[in-house]
T-cell receptor
Framework: KAGVTQTPRYLIKTRGQQVTLSCSPI?????VSWYQQTPGQGLQFLFEYFSETQRNKGNFPGRFSGRQFSNSRSEMNVSTLELGDSALYLC????????????FGPGTRLTVL | GENVEQHPSTLSVQEGDSAVIKCTYSDSASNYFPWYKQELGKRPQLIID?????GEKKDQRIAVTLNKTAKHFSLHITETQPEDSAVYFC???????????FGSGTQLTVLP
């Protein structure tokens, strides 16, 4: 099976802009989670989607949002970008049951200037 | 919420020696504990995981132990090789949540 894919791999934006990142899960996986990775804060959970519904949300401001489509692909959006949003954004897919392994995509490297 | 602490932050070992990384968690409801390896510029890759109904799990040179009473779990790598050099993250999740709470990572360097 193909692994988790993310597009684009790299993005450069300026403060105040918005950005949309895309994630395609492993075929058959219905849950998609998003994480932010920075040198200072490490890996932090953003949100999780299942069957087009957000089921869990981390401690991030409302500028961070997401959605999931009927084919399980997911997008996350960050509005009004700040310098501190520069990070590697990782998505992970898993099956729907508890304690499932999460498989990570390669990430999108976002740089905010 | 859950809090996961990981130690040490850096670890250097000679090739062939063993490496041990330890994590503690705060939420007694946590029941799933994966370990990920992340090489520079690459995605985190699952190397082993353990569930709360198991005390120990082994896969070739890698083993994980879990002490539910003390709320800590550890990664053991034996006969380390240079290709084991990477950052290792522990994580925990509870119940039906697919929300992983990660430790801060351990940079493992295996010296040839």
């Amino acid at each position: 099976k193909a692994g988790v894919t993310q597009t684009p791999r790299y993005l450069i934006k300026t403060r105040g802009q918005q950005v949309t990142l895309s994630c395609s899960p492993i075929s058959g996986h219905r849950s998609v989670s998003w994480y932010q990775q920075t040198p200072g804060q490490g890996l932090q959970f953003l949100f999780e989607y299942f069957s087009e519904t957000q089921r869990n949300k981390g401690n991030f401001p409302g500028r961070f949002s997401g959605r999931q489509f009927s084919n399980s692909r997911s997008e996350m959006n960050v509005s009004t970008l700040e310098l501190g949003d520069s990070a590697l954004y990782l998505c992970a897919s898993s099956l729907a049951t508890s304690g499932d392994t999460q498989y990570f995509g390669p990430g999108t490297r976002l740089t905010v200037l | 919420g859950e809090n996961v602490e990981q130690h040490p932050s850096t670890l250097s070992v000679q090739e062939g020696d063993s490496a041990v990384i330890k994590c503690t968690y705060s939420d007694s409801a946590s029941n799933y504990f994966p370990w990920y390896k992340q090489e520079l510029g690459k995605r985190p890759q699952l190397i082993i995981d353990i569930r709360s109904n198991v005390g120990e799990k082994k896969d070739q040179r890698i083993a994980v132990t879990l002490n539910k009473t003390a709320k800590h779990f550890s990664l053991h790598i034996t006969e380390t090789q240079p290709e084991d050099s990477a950052v290792y993250f522990c994580a925990a999740s509870s119940g039906s949540a697919r929300q992983l709470t990660f430790g801060s990572g351990t940079q493992l360097t295996v010296l040839p």
